[in-house]
């Protein structure tokens, strides 16, 4: 079964920068895809970004483009999602997802993209 376990996140000043760390383990084959969702109380689950397994799909939602990028490092089979210039309405919980197909990706923002999901992080922007 596919886990994915999250590291990262906490609270930071606005302007300043958060690394988000997904480690995924289980899939049982190369063709799938890792992206990130996002929640504040009261809201739907905003998709924000994605990347499949070998990088040829990828998703940007336009409230982070330009701010945050997501990388992979293959050889430790983990995701990164790197936020800069954060604002106080990134603050939310921001949860690791992954799907068993690198298409997966295509459907984002929408959460029947994902298969499985991280325990998520809280990350907080102060004004």
């Known amino acids: 079964e596919v886990q994915l376990v999250q590291s990262g996140g906490g609270l930071v000043q606005a302007g300043g920068s958060l690394r988000l760390s997904c480690a995924a383990s289980?899939?049982?084959?190369?063709?799938?895809?890792i992206g990130w969702f996002r929640q504040v109380p009261g809201k739907e689950r905003e998709g924000v970004s994605c990347?499949?397994?070998?990088?040829?799909?990828?998703y940007n939602a336009d409230s982070v483009k330009d701010r945050f990028t997501t990388s992979t490092d293959n050889a430790k089979n983990t995701v990164y999602l790197q936020m800069n210039s954060l604002k106080p309405e990134d603050t939310a919980v921001y949860y690791c997802?992954?799907?068993?197909?690198?298409?997966?990706?295509?459907?984002?923002?929408?959460?029947?993209?994902?298969?499985?999901w991280g325990q998520g992080t809280q990350v907080t922007v102060s004004s």
């Open positions: 990347i499949s397994s070998n990088a040829d799909s990828t």
């Open positions: 289980g899939f049982t084959s190369d063709d799938y895809a």
């Open positions: 997802a992954a799907a068993n197909s690198h298409y997966a990706c295509s459907f984002y923002p929408a959460q029947s993209a994902v298969d499985y």
